[in-house]
């Protein structure tokens, strides 16, 4: 089969017409702690219950997340944009500690969560896979906390708010 070839400027403006929430993926362990960003954090199956998310393969935490083989995966309420900003690397005061930006505490798995988010996932790292430039890792939920505030989210470069109908 031949494959198809797509422009990847093209690929990129319909990928950001897309609107997703914001998560910060967190991890702490024997290879130290670490978290990034991402905006591709899906449900995969409820048994057992699981998440899905994709990590570029150049991550300074992709590493630890391996390693540690455990995260949180924290879905950012509409107030956190300064996390999601630090995690993403583009708050140069916190680049050496993004932890700093916030108060965190432990989850069942030692993974760090953050309070105040929408919700967030404590997972095991069940299986990982490569595809293209990302890791896809598969994280087995074993404890979840819901919040009850309004999601962050992410469209066309920027944050926005849910406007509800």
């Known amino acids: ?15 950001r017409a897309m609107a997703s929430s914001v998560t910060v ?15 591709s954090l ?6 057992p219950p699981s998440v899905l998310c994709c ?7 992709l590493g630890a997340l391996l390693e540690n083989g455990v995260f949180s995966a924290n ?4 107030g956190q944009s300064r ?3 630090v995690f993403a690397g583009m708050v140069p005061e916190y680049r050496d500690d993004r932890f700093g930006v916030a108060e965190w505490r432990r989850g069942v798995t030692g993974a760090p969560m953050l309070p105040g988010t929408l919700c967030s996932f404590d ?4 299986r990982t896979f490569e595809f293209g430039t990302h890791h896809i890792l598969v994280g087995e939920v074993l404890a979840i906390e819901v919040g ?3 999601p962050l989210i992410y469209a066309d470069r920027t944050y926005r708010r849910l406007a509800l109908a």
């Open 1 to 15: 089969m031949e494959a198809a070839v797509v422009d990847k400027e093209c690929f990129r403006r319909a990928m």
């Open 25 to 39: 993926l967190a991890t702490d362990g024997m290879a130290g702690r670490a978290g990034l960003t991402v905006s």
């Open 42 to 47: 899906v449900s995969l199956s409820i048994e």
């Open 55 to 61: 990590v570029h393969r150049q991550s300074q935490a």
């Open 75 to 78: 879905i950012l309420s509409e």
């Open 83 to 85: 996390v999601a900003d």
């Open 123 to 126: 997972c095991r790292l069940a």
């Open 148 to 150: 009850a505030d309004h």
